[in-house]
Every structure is written in C-alpha cells, then in structure tokens.
C-alpha cells in the first residue's frame, strides 16, 4: 500500500481566464490542481486522482512541478473546459461559460493500493462526482467534500446553482465540509454564514468551513473560528477555496483548529498576490504569519 496524507478526486481543467481588463490567459486549472498544489508545497505526501483527456492533456506534467505528489491519471473521452471571464478588480464576480466535461467518477477508478487518511473530494460540477461516491469515500478514510461539486451545474453552456437535493442523506458521512458564502446559502437559506455553518453541522457535517473575501470560518459543533484575509493584492484569486480547504484539513491531522485556521488562511492570502497555484513553501507561509498575523 502506498500510504498519504490526502487523496484528491476531481477534473484538471483546461481554463481560459479572461480578466476586468481584458487580459487572457491560458490555464490549468480545477480544484484538484489548486488543491494539490497547496497541500504538497506546504510539505504534506498527496496523491491525485485527476481526470481528462489524457489524447490532450498530460495530466503528469500538470503536477510535475509540485513536490511530494503522486499522480494517478485517470482518462475520459472528454475534458472539462471552461472559460471565466472576471467582471471586478478583486474577481468576486464571474461569468463561466463550459464546452465539455468529463464522465463521471467511478469508484473503481480509485486505485486500491492508496492509502490515505482524508479522501478530498473535489470535483467542479454536479454530475462529476456521483452521490454513490460518497459513502464509498467515507469508508475508506475522513471524507472532506468541496460542496461547489453538488451545487454547481452546466446547463446550455453555462454554470448555475442548484440546492443538493441528497444533501440530508449524504452530509453525515462528511469529516470536513468547504462552502463559500454563497453556497452556503443555497444549501440553508442563511446570508449569516455562521448560522449556516450551525445548520450544516445540525444535518451531519462535522467540520464546516466556509470561505469569504474578508476571511474564513469554521464551526465543530462548539464554537465559530474565524482568520481574516490578509491579501495585498488579488491577482491570484482563481483557486482561493480550493488552497484554504487543502491547507486547511491537512494541518487539520496534527493541530488544532485556531492553528490550522490560520495557516491555511495565511496560505490563501499569501496565494492570492500571484497567480497560479501556491508554489512557495512552509516557510513562507511562516514568515507570512508573523508579519500580518
């Protein structure tokens, strides 16, 4: 058995990124990609379960710059590929347009030999990460779930948002839960995320975390936890969910929750001055927490 500290299940994306100002560019992207990134630079021994193309896309070179990562590459007949095109400075507003995307995950493409204590499940679209993933995730390892998989749906050719009908069902089966603002409101009908994140908890959920542009939260069913955002510069935006909750539920294995909360966010912030996925270090992020924090 090949063991790891995380697991991440979700597509690598074929991104167009078009900016407030016009300035495009090319991308990899996907939560899995951001996620990978982050966990494994922050020293953590990730595996990833990307999915695309593989005619097209090398999902090895994707994460060939990441240390610490074992890549299992998994084909579909077709890729996700999307474009987003940013309406504001600081990226809190898009529109998404999606050419294609993959089948579905299976779960007898998660290879047995994968040892890993949290099984991260992040996908970018509804359908790509069945229902019947879950509870086969959750027996395996901690479950932790990026709930924009659930919520997130094409339909002629663009994104829109949709309440987990299952979500009563499948919540239980959740270690760590990622939301951000707005989905939380989906999934409970609450703008005040700390009252979210109570309901979430109150159907299941044993960790939530959910992020916003001012900072990020966290409810275990005791108290609310929140970091705030430290940014400089909003550059690197695309990708900020997915480095938070990758940081977050691997410090999760070894520290408590104040100390994870804030590298993580730490992490985000420091990632949002420059685009891309985080590609610093621990000792980065160090440094970052005793200037701003």
């Known amino acids: ?6 697991l991440i299940i979700g597509e690598v994306a074929q991104d167009t990124n078009v900016d407030y100002d016009g300035t495009t560019v090319k991308a990899t992207g ?29 999902l090895k ?20 590929v999307t474009k987003n095109v940013y309406h504001t400075k600081d990226r809190e507003r898009r529109t998404s347009t999606v050419d294609s995307v993959i089948v579905p ?15 991260h499940l992040a996908g970018l ?16 390892a901690m479950l932790a779930i990026d709930v924009q998989c659930m919520l997130r749906w094409v339909e002629n050719g663009g994104m829109v948002y949709h309440d987990w009908p299952e979500k009563k069902e499948m919540l239980p089966y959740v270690r760590f839960l990622k939301t951000d603002a707005a989905e939380a409101e989906i999934l409970t009908g609450l703008t005040d995320r700390a009252e979210a994140a109570k309901v979430l908890y109150s159907w299941g959920a044993k960790e939530i975390l959910i992020t916003h542009n001012t900072e990020v939260l966290v409810y275990d069913g005791k108290e609310i936890y929140t970091c705030p955002i430290k940014s400089r510069d909003m550059s690197g935006r695309t990708g900020r969910g997915d480095t938070t909750f990758a940081g977050y539920i691997n410090e999760r294995l070894t520290h408590d929750i104040p100390t994870s909360l804030q590298t993580a966010t730490a992490l985000v912030s420091l990632k949002m001055e420059t685009p891309g996925p985080f590609r610093g270090c621990r000792a980065d992020v160090e440094d970052y927490i005793k200037k701003f924090y």
């Not at 595996?47 to 005619?55: E, G, Q, Y």
């Not at 070179?61 to 996700?80: E, G, K, R």
């Open 1 to 6: 058995m090949s063991k790891y500290t995380s």
């Open 30 to 58: 996907g939560a899995v990609y951001y996620s990978g990134f982050a966990a494994a630079n922050m020293g953590h021994k990730i595996a990833v379960l990307p999915k695309a193309d593989t005619n097209v896309v090398d």
């Open 125 to 140: 679209v509804g359908g790509d990460i069945p229902n019947e993933m879950i509870p086969y995730a959750a027996q395996h």
């Open 105 to 119: 995950y299976q779960p007898n493409e998660v290879p047995a030999d994968i040892d890993a204590e949290i099984w």
């Open 61 to 80: 070179a994707a994460f060939a710059d990441a240390p610490n990562i074992t890549v299992y590459p998994v084909h579909s007949p077709t890729s996700f």
